[in-house]
Antibody
């Protein structure tokens, strides 16, 4: 059974940094593209970032490009999202997800999410 | 790019069929066969129901089906059940590093 468990969320002030982690199990982590998506409170879904399995190529939404960095540790089956220069509009539940199609097309397994609140 | 357009809400009675639309443009929905649909119950993570316009992942009921015509994709749920009550989101690849989501549709099973 695929399991994705996010951690690292919390309350931070604007301009601060946070690193999210996603522990994966139940599938060949190193062979699958992985992504982070987010959902602001009461709002819809937004793709944030993806990492390709074959060459670790990374992809970012324009809203986070230059501020967020996705990475993974295949030896530990952990996906990361380093978030710098956080803004109020980054407040959301952050989900890690396993891709079923492409790098940023569709996802068949999602974690339960971790809440990030950016507020002074 | 703008988000895809979904109706804010739809409703139906148990046993009935409903259809949720997802309208985009020729640069996203109409240009790629990469439309997905997700179901989300309150406080839960999204669940993939349809991908590649019409494909159901393993374990998803065949009461759920997807289709596309031009720039509009649709999710049809037949034989509505109370547990189908949830928010539904469509998404479409839009080329490059662009993946668009719809604003979501709240399905109420009366």
């Amino acid at each position: 059974e695929v399991q994705l468990l996010e951690s690292g969320g919390g309350l931070v002030q604007p301009g601060e940094s946070l690193r999210l982690s996603c522990a994966a199990s139940g599938f060949a982590f190193s062979n699958n593209a992985m992504s982070w998506l987010r959902q602001a409170p009461g709002k819809g879904l937004e793709w944030v970032s993806s990492i390709r399995s074959t060459d670790d190529a990374t992809y970012y939404a324009d809203s986070v490009k230059g501020r967020f960095t996705i990475s993974k540790d295949n030896s530990k089956n952990i996906l990361y999202l380093q978030m710098n220069s956080l803004r109020a509009e980054d407040t959301a539940i952050y989900y890690c997800a396993k891709a079923i199609r492409g790098v940023l097309i569709s996802w068949d397994s999602w974690g339960q999410g971790t809440l990030v609140i950016v507020s002074s | 790019q703008s988000a895809l357009t979904q109706p804010a809400s739809v409703s139906g009675s148990p046993g009935q069929s409903i259809t949720i639309s997802c309208t985009g443009t020729s640069s996203d929905v109409g240009g790629y066969n990469y439309v997905s649909w997700y179901q989300q119950h309150p406080g839960k993570a999204p669940k993939l129901m349809i991908y590649d316009v019409t494909t159901r992942p393993s374990g998803v009921s065949n009461r759920f089906s997807g289709s596309k015509s031009g720039n509009t994709a649709s999710l049809t749920i037949s034989g509505l059940q109370t547990e189908d009550e949830a928010h539904y989101y469509c998404s479409s690849y839009a080329g490059g590093n662009n993946l668009l989501f719809g604003g979501g549709t709240k399905l109420t099973v009366l």
